[in-house]
């Protein structure tokens, strides 16, 4: 089988690589055919169940009414067996209890096969399999030679076939906080629960959760699926296998940079308190406020480029992050690969690093940016703010360079159009572009569609700012809240100011009269250019106040953001190409095939 040569190849590299040079499994389905066992699964079935389970005891009173007659008949003719005619009563039993636990004995008996062939005559590596019973009584000397032989211990969780041995469908949590908290194991113990009881692809969710419930170190164990052995996912338990010896050291290397990191934050903030008043107020006051940035923001920048400086010097010069590092490299570039590996949820981290969410964004009032993304209020339609960052920027007047207006927010789809799904090839012009990890549930991509684009006012954006919610609205009497760096301060009193114009205009063509509706249209500006209106507008008269249909939920963050800005330039500028009138023809001449 080349799938099982391949498997055992990469374990005999994953092993080598973490020193292991034993692994131990233990489970259930290595306990033989005890009569007692026999009888405990006999007790629990009907007479003529009994006897279509064991033809071979010919002459059992399955229907005694005292049962200690026909369990004395079956321990005085059990010996007389052969092990093959016991396995086969025992298989029968199972079978007939019901399709539910056949299924399950006939994973669990693939499953310790392969295992077997998986770890048997691989070099430098002693494979042991055993019941519960014989961990019993050699699990403690198994233990305390750990630390001269790398072991990795493997256990079934179902012990139920061992019930004269204590056995339970719990048992193996209780053999994993054996090895978890025993001394003698030291840091050469490694650690994985092996179970049919939970599905391929489920490991992780149901890893984090037991760990969670029963207190154990995560990093100290992981859960494989025994369904993967017994259907031939030879190289999906491989995968997991791989992930149970990176677990620990993982977790060594992040606890070990995060100690850097915190030797590096108590440098930086040392050297940013050593700052004098001169340069503080060069760098961070009057810089800040000629670009309109927040001042905790600079203080952060300069925080960071201490930080990296002295992190990375420390890391580099650290025998353990090297050591470490070599051994995550070594055993991580093993290919191993399965069509239903463990779910990552690292795109949740990489989702948190490309976005900020609209209630991190409004309840700091941060400033309007490119990426920025804005919603349709009421409504479910997104769009993304694509704009010059320099020219978004507010200057300490509370105005933009060259005054601008307007940008464009393009349309942002959680699926294209039909027609539109050859628009992501890119020959077609670039048309539209990827939002990798945007779906907020399931990280999955939107798309901006270039074309569907609007020239946006900036006036109606702007309010957005001021907003807890992100709304867009504005009234002649708000505070402007406090955070506020002092450009969009500056920014808040001009917007009110032309509020105030906006609706004396309204109160005027209302006076006239006119309908309120139309003096409405007529007095507000629109939100977008273009026959009908995006955003759409409305006056609240009895509290002086001026809102449109759309609210700021969230941003893609630089430098992610800039290329969609790239992006939507190149379709800018696309060029106009003469028709291709041999288009057709063309595509025929290259199917033709060679003669």
Known sequence: MPDLEEAKRDVERLLTVRGISRVVYVDDNFAGFSVEEVLARLDVVSPGSRGKAAPELAGIPWDAPDEDVW??????EWDELSNASRQQIFQRIVLERSAETASQYRIDEAAASRMGSVFSDLTGLEYRAM???EWQTSGSNLLETSREYGTLFLFDLNFENESTAGG????????????????????????????????????????????????????????????????????GFVHMLKLTVLNKPCNQLARKVAEILGNSVEH?????????????????????????????????????????????????????????????????HIATSSVEEPKSTSWKIRRQELYETGPHLNGFHMPIELGDIFQKNPGEKKYILIGQPCDLMVRPDGKRNW???????????????????????????????????????????????????HPVSLFVLDMCVFQDDGSASIGVGDECPGIVIPAWRARHEKMKAKAGQLLVRYQSLVAAPMDAGQARDAALPRSSLGEEALFSSSINAERDRIQYGC????????????????????????????????????ALMQEVPDQ
């Open 131 to 133: 019941p519960l019973a």
């Open 551 to 586: 609210k700021r939920v969230g941003r893609l963050c630089y430098p992610a953001s800039s290329e969609i800005l790239h992006r939507f330039l190149s379709y800018w500028a696309r060029a106009a190409l003469d028709h291709d009138f041999a288009a057709q023809a063309y």
């Open 268 to 332: 930086a903030k040392q050297e940013v308190l050593k700052m004098n008043v001169f340069d503080f107020e060069d760098v961070v006051a009057r810089s800040s406020k000629n670009e309109g940035v927040w001042e905790p923001d600079t203080l952060f920048r300069l925080f960071g480029i201490f930080v990296r400086e002295v992190a990375r010097h420390q890391a580099a010069g650290d025998e353990q992050v090297n050591t470490l590092v070599q051994t995550l490299r070594q055993t991580s």
């Open 403 to 453: 005054e601008l207006s307007h940008v464009f927010l393009a349309r942002v789809y959680q699926k294209l159009p039909g027609e539109d799904q050859i628009a992501k090839d890119p020959r077609r012009y670039g048309m539209v572009c990827e939002l990798p990890y945007f779906g907020e549930g399931d990280g999955m991509p939107w798309y901006v569609r270039f074309p569907d684009f």
């Open 168 to 235: 339970n469908n719990k048992t193996g949590w209780g053999l994993v906080q054996e090895v978890l908290s025993s001394e003698a194991a030291g840091e050469n113990a490694v650690c994985g629960l092996v179970t049919h009881l939970v599905d391929k692809g489920q490991e992780q969710e149901e890893w984090l959760r037991e760990s969670s419930d029963r207190l154990l170190p995560k990093e100290k164990f992981l859960i494989a699926s025994k369904i993967r052995l017994s259907e031939d996912d030879v190289q």
């Open 71 to 76: 369990k004395a008949k079956v321990r005085a």
